[in-house]
């Protein structure tokens, strides 16, 4: 996870339309979710086809076509109907967000930083200090209050470029118990 702050460099307008990619870019994962569920349920095929974006001036580097990863889709779907929820105002630009105002560069950040976790590339604003938009990434995230046997965020075989973001977050680990964030076997080209 970024610091929020590392959004802090865009203000006024700049930050404005950041939210506006961010929120056009959940929605449509939201809608691909949507569609695909509905294919579920008739059983048909469900789209497959990667998502065409189109890169703003203010986004750092060029994403590529967005690939849904459904399960992540599927756990993060609430939180991010929630944030879409706490940025419409900006999105919809009913509002202007006050320059550093830490709840909407929270809501932004976490908005962000969900929709990465399904597109498998980051996003990144011009002027902020991290990897420019399209670097893959890969996301792994246990929480757990207790953890008996083995458990492991990230399990990569062979990883050649990108970024792997690892966290565990565990009250008790229990004896004989493990808990890895981040497992890679073989790194570089």
């Known amino acids: 996870m970024v610091e929020p702050l590392s959004l802090a460099v865009l203000t006024g307008v700049a930050l404005t339309e950041g939210i506006k990619f961010l929120y056009g870019q959940a929605d449509a994962i939201l809608k691909r979710r949507a569609e695909r569920k509905r294919a579920e349920r008739l059983g048909t095929p469900s789209p497959a086809e990667p998502i ?3 890169t703003p001036e203010i986004v750092d580097g060029r994403l590529a076509p967005i690939s849904v990863d459904v399960v992540a889709a599927d756990e ?5 109907k929630e ?3 706490q940025l419409d105002d900006y999105a919809q630009g009913y509002e202007t967000p006050r320059d550093g105002d830490p709840d909407v560069l929270l809501a932004a950040s976490a908005l962000r930083d969900a929709i990465e976790d399904i597109i498998g590339q980051r996003i990144t604003f011009k002027g902020e200090k991290r990897e420019p ?3 893959p990434v890969v996301t792994g995230r246990i929480s757990a209050k207790e953890i008996r ?3 492991t965020a990230v399990d990569v075989g062979e990883m050649r470029a990108g970024r792997v973001d690892a966290s565990v977050d565990a009250g008790v680990i229990e004896a004989g118990g493990e808990a890895t964030g981040a497992r890679i076997s073989k790194l570089g080209g």
Do not use: I
């Not at 993060?76 to 991010?80: C, M, R, T, V």
């Open 52 to 54: 065409a974006v189109q």
């Open 76 to 80: 993060l779907a609430d939180e991010l």
């Open 83 to 85: 944030l879409r929820h």
């Open 133 to 135: 938009s399209g670097t």
């Open 149 to 151: 046997g083995r458990a």
